[in-house]
Nanobody, 122 residues
């Protein structure tokens, strides 16, 4: 069983910073891409940032220059450093990983964390 557990959310004032972490655990053979998504109230979940196993990154236009995604492959952990936060960054942030559970599995599967709330006050 594969689990993704996020941490680091909270309440912060506009202009502040937060660092989110997401650790993958359980039966893991390999992890390909990992990413952070967010969902604001009454809005669809959207991709915030993604990172490949090789370290290539991509960002939503709304967070470019403010957010940085990184990963520690030895710890099966992905991070999201969020600076210059704005009220519109408020939402539940979810971690996603494309994971191959064991060598028996030919393909990788998409796993989600439970989400962590980020609230930015104006």
């Amino acid at each position: 069983q594969v689990q993704l557990v996020e941490s680091g959310g909270g309440l912060v004032q506009a202009g502040g910073s937060l660092r989110l972490s997401c650790a993958a655990s359980g039966s893991i053979f390999s992890i390909n891409a990992m990413g952070w998504y967010r969902q604001a109230p009454e809005k669809q979940r959207e991709l915030v940032a993604g990172i490949t196993s090789g370290g290539s990154t991509n960002y939503a236009d709304s967070v470019k220059g403010r957010f940085t995604i990184s990963r520690d492959n030895a710890k099966n952990t992905v991070y999201l450093e969020m600076n210059s936060l704005k009220p519109e960054d408020t939402g539940v942030y979810y971690c996603n990983g494309r994971i191959r559970p064991s060598s028996v599995y030919r393909y990788e599967y998409s796993y989600w964390g439970q989400g962590t709330q980020v609230t930015v006050s104006s």
